[in-house]
């Protein structure tokens, strides 16, 4: 009798055990769908590089083009946070090309549909910038917008073929501690893009006679 009971007290923690993996295997499972189900329509694009100089100012435009699931997200409630990065590189045609200067620029969107609110929010160094709209078709196309960013004086470059390389990233909000703990492998980005823009000239500076 005694032997019956100690096999039973001792079955209790496996029991437990195989509960708490069961347990961990239908979250990863879940965030695993999550994560990887697939996107309607087409995938996220950068679709516009401008760069102009003016005056001796090195100004860039880009544009995001977003797919149908970050405008449904947005349109459900969902917010979004999106990392721009905005980096010049000068071109070499034997070594490899080089890294000049850059810019990063955070883009939070705020979606309530209940409270009728949309709020995005604008990062730029120590500078941020919030706007409110009146619904997500004004908010999304501010929000994928880098309109005429002064990058750097062309006067500090030295002359040569220069590039700009634009990438976005769309960060998944924080998950739970304990799932954070679980899945700290699974990736904290919907997506990740970048593109270069074409080739163009910084020409020598002329002194002043």
Known sequence: MK????????????????????????????????????E??????????????????????????????????????????????IDLFRHWKVWPDEFVLGMKIVRVLQSDPIKRE???????????????????????????????????????LEPGDYYIKVSVESILRKLPPVIDTVVFWVSTKEFSISKDSPLFRIPAVQEAR
């Open 3 to 38: 032997t019956t009971q100690e096999a039973r007290l001792n079955s209790i923690p496996n029991f437990i055990r195989a509960l708490a993996r069961l347990a961990v295997l239908l979250v990863l499972t879940v965030i695993f769908f999550l994560l990887r189900a697939p």
């Open 40 to 85: 309607s329509g087409l995938a996220s694009d950068i679709t516009t590089i401008g760069v102009r100089q003016t005056n001796n100012e090195l100004f860039v435009t880009a544009a995001l083009q977003p797919d149908q699931k970050l405008i449904d997200d947005l349109a459900s409630g969902l917010s979004k946070d999106l990392v721009f990065y």
């Open 118 to 156: 949309y709020i995005g929010s604008s990062t730029e160094g120590n500078i941020r910038t919030i706007k409110r709209f009146k619904d997500p078709d004004s908010m999304i196309p501010w929000g994928m917008n880098i309109p005429d960013l002064k990058l750097t004086n062309v006067k500090a």
